[in-house]
């Protein structure tokens, strides 16, 4: 069951891998709630339900635009007779082309760099944002979250973001720098949304980690040395802050990684490997989460690796505020916290390889 405070949702799974919630249903049940209109950027499409989800919409006259990463479509190098059914990305093609079919708004990503993007808006009023992609191995076989947060001010903010999108004005093609949007309370919880690579949300999870006082945990794909967020981390943890968290095996082992520098400074690392578990076993660790004082959560698309700041198109979605003294708006924060640590913990319990 997801843990729901007022008008903020927060899903963690998938449950094929013992997860509390059922990804796919979340997705498809938030586009099956949409009345006028449903803006989807998203990296990659490969799942029919959603794109069933997605064309029953067009079909009660819902207004919907689509972005996709473009490199999902293409073969990277050609077929040799490009006009018979095949290739690596076939399924993708064909869920394009249903949805073509449909009359559906679709375009392609303008960056060369990668559109790593996964949110909706729904009807100008609710958002759905997260580390999954909307494909069967994130709804299936990837560790992953969602979060819903239903509230006009947030959705303008990634209608505004959107509506950049369409023109290309991100990554290397960015033409200016937007203000960061402003923050919102949502269900007496600090909502804030910030977008790469105007709004740099490396600094901003540095900012936060700097305000520790207790204990940062965390479970990403992808994690880079040249990113910032791991100095600042070691930071923390010379302070006496409990530091934690899970990384992706295969993405950890890197010469670019994070690791040698997170493990020298003391910091409990776990490594969650592709194989040799039991099963169900994960195919990735997919999640970008970050649980801080057990009151703050950083989540959204973003890994922190140096392009997804510079040049990629992502965003982060905190939850709560570590200078609140609100008791009511703590306790709540608390709450949606507790469910992401309780994430966090069962993947280093059940899948985690300690780093020694």
Known sequence: MPQVIGNIELYMGPHQLAGPDNLLDVIVNFIDGAEKRLLIA?????????AEAIIRAKQRKVQIKLVLEAGYLLEKLALADPFAAGGANEVNRILHDAILRA????????????????FMVRDGKSILTGSTNFTVTDTSTNLNHIVIVHNQTVAKQYIDEYDEIQQGHFGRLNEGHD???????VSDVRVKILFAPDHNPEMEIMKQIAKAKKRVDFA????AASSGIDDQLVFAQNAGIAVRGSLFKSQANQEWSATDVLR????????????????PAPRKLHHKLMVIDEQLIIAGSFNYTGPATQLNDENIIIL????????????RQKVLAGYALAEIERII???GQKVI
């Open 42 to 50: 998203v990296q990659e499409l490969d799942s029919q339900p959603i």
């Open 103 to 118: 009359a559906i708004n679709v375009n392609s990503d303008y960056n060369e760099e990668i559109f790593h993007q996964k």
């Open 179 to 185: 203000p960061k949007p402003k923050e919102v309370m």
């Open 220 to 223: 990403i794909f992808t994690f």
């Open 264 to 279: 020298e400074a003391g910091v409990a690392l776990y490594f969650v490997p592709r194989s040799g578990l039991p099963q």
């Open 320 to 331: 709560g505020d570590l200078d609140s003294t609100d008791q009511q708006s703590v306790s």
């Open 349 to 351: 319990a059940a899948f």
